[in-house]
């Protein structure tokens, strides 16, 4: 495939820079001056090795380590924290009774057994409070709901007495 003379160029400096100049190369790089003079060049730097730049964690290992801090400011256990990787999203369990907190791959938090919540990080601060009320109220709509014992129907209705005729 042929190149372009931007793409030769650039692959010309490549090989420059890449191929470290010798200090006996250097003698041999002499430049001549118009006086008649002879200077020596000044060696190139030697390209330094690229070293990694330093690896960043994902805002999700961020959201992570945001809540471990504020679980045991709380005082909260966390032997038996999980975190579960479930494709692009984290799940976190804190412990039995705690309700599962999930975190998006921007650092998004949801709390997915809580109907609903003002602040998703309050809500998972806070899940096991939050998720025992909710399951208490849910306990009371059922009982609620459920149709009260009815009183016994009267057995035979009257049937409406027959018309006599005169």
């Known amino acids: 495939m042929a190149r372009n003379k931007a793409q030769q160029a650039a692959a010309e400096r490549a090989k420059k820079s890449a191929a470290p100049v010798a200090a006996d190369e250097v003698q041999q790089q002499q430049v001549g001056k118009p006086n008649g003079k002879v200077v020596e060049a000044t060696p190139t730097p030697a390209a330094k090795p690229a070293t990694p730049a330093p690896v960043q964690p ?75 009320k909710q399951q208490a109220r849910d306990a009371k709509k059922a009982v609620a709901a459920q149709p009260a014992a009815q009183p016994a129907a009267p057995a035979a209705e009257k049937a409406p007495a027959a018309k006599q005729t005169a």
């Open 58 to 132: 994902s805002k999700q290992q961020q959201a992570i380590e945001t809540l471990r801090a504020g679980w045991l400011q709380n005082g909260v256990n966390l032997d038996k924290l999980t975190v579960r990787d479930d494709g692009k999203f984290k799940l976190l369990v804190v412990a039995d009774g705690w309700p599962t907190v999930r975190l998006g791959p921007t650092g998004g938090i949801t709390v997915m057994e809580l109907h609903s919540y003002a602040k998703a990080y309050d809500a998972a601060m806070n899940g096991k409070e939050l998720f025992e």
